[in-house]
């Protein structure tokens, strides 16, 4: 088993993997920039390595550096958390190259999905049901006027190297299409250093459902289920549930078990999220995740099992702590993410926070690197915590995280806790009646709302 473990990430994550590794008798080790030496994961850890100066780039993007850090202080594995390098096929040769473990996916895997039509391309292969459009890359604009023609209008074009919402353009009629095209190709250039594109049907209203799957990288796989991450701005997520409020139990049957065969069939290793548009009763698969992701809690609330323990158990080999038949889905969970920034203009806001309480009482979560007296810097991502929320039903989750977000203070700088507020509040929001255009809209009115007063 695994006896050490360096955690190659900051904040509530680290945190995080250090919890799950001390509950299993694992040594921690933290590394960190300069600018995170008073942070509460270096703290916690059993070691610390500093790593390098505040931009990520010379820190925790520093491959050298980190897998110095595993070699000096004796770690025999490396748990990437999300964003920095959890989604670097290099990385993950190179930590495994050093015999080190790499708690995630196989590289290969990493690799396939971080191109999207490899990624779209293998998803068809293994049964998913994808989004209408170009069969893989498409190259010239007679091929691209050709499928227009075939699926209608309108179309989005995507770059392959993209995600997250970056390089895609939307063609409204066959009219625009070249020069979209030619468009989104030189963006994709210049900020991927790759112009390859890829047509599909554009959705107008969906909603953003995603399946957790894990696999134990020997043809064995499970799903636990879909959250649903509709609210969104600028393609970051705001708040995240599970179950789907619009899912049904036989949609969650089928899906997951789409998705778990999927992923038994390519011999997937480790937590992996598999990213669907979901409109009028229908699936379309657009991206997969191979790294744990931020909203995880909402799972493992519904769920109870730690996902950070099963990805330690499959990167050391040993079997899932479950089989499917084991998994139950139990009541509803919300997480809200709260963000040092101001709650409408969402300027960032880092800083001295002079007061800090968590929220507590019965099944409410706090994941949080803050406390009174910390600094937040000004260098890295402005998620500051996680407020994760349960109940029996929809209903009760909302009064209880009501009540979560009234306990709730982070004084010192701006934080998104208001707008979660407001959140709570809106009859759309508390009847789960919202798409991925509903959080921008929304803020706009409210913008409007508050120029005219
Ligand atoms: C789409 C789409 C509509 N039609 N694809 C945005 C990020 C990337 N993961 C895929 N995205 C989209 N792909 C087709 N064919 C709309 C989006 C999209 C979106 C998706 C999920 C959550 C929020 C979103 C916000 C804007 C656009």
Redesign the pocket.
Known sequence: MIKKVLIANRGEIALRIHRACHEMDIKTVAVHSTADAEAKHVKLADEAVCIGPPPATDSYLNIPNIISAAEISGADAIHPGYGFLSENEKFATIVEEHEVIWIGPKPEHIRVMGDKVEAKKTAGKLGLPL?P?SDGAVREIGEAKKIGDEIGYPL?V?AAS????RG?K?VPEAGKLESLMKQAGSEAKSAFGDDTVYL?????N?R?IEFQIFGDGKGNAIHLGERD??L?RR?QKVLEEAPGPTITDEERTRMGDICARAMADMGYRGAGTI?F?YEDGGF?F??MNTRLQVEHPVTEMITGLDLVREQILVAAGQPLSVTQDEVTFTGHAIECRINAEHPETFAPSPGKVVNYHAAGGMHVRVDSGLYSGYSIPPYYDSMVAKLIVYGTSRNKCIRRLRRALEEMVIDGVDTTLPLHRALLEDPDVLEGNYT??WLEEWLERNAAASDTQ
Do not use: N, R
């Open positions: 989004v459009g989005i995507k993209g995600g997250g919402g895609m939307v599909e049907k554009f959705l107008g969906p953003h991450c509709s969104q393609h990213e548009l379309y657009i991206e991925i255009k």
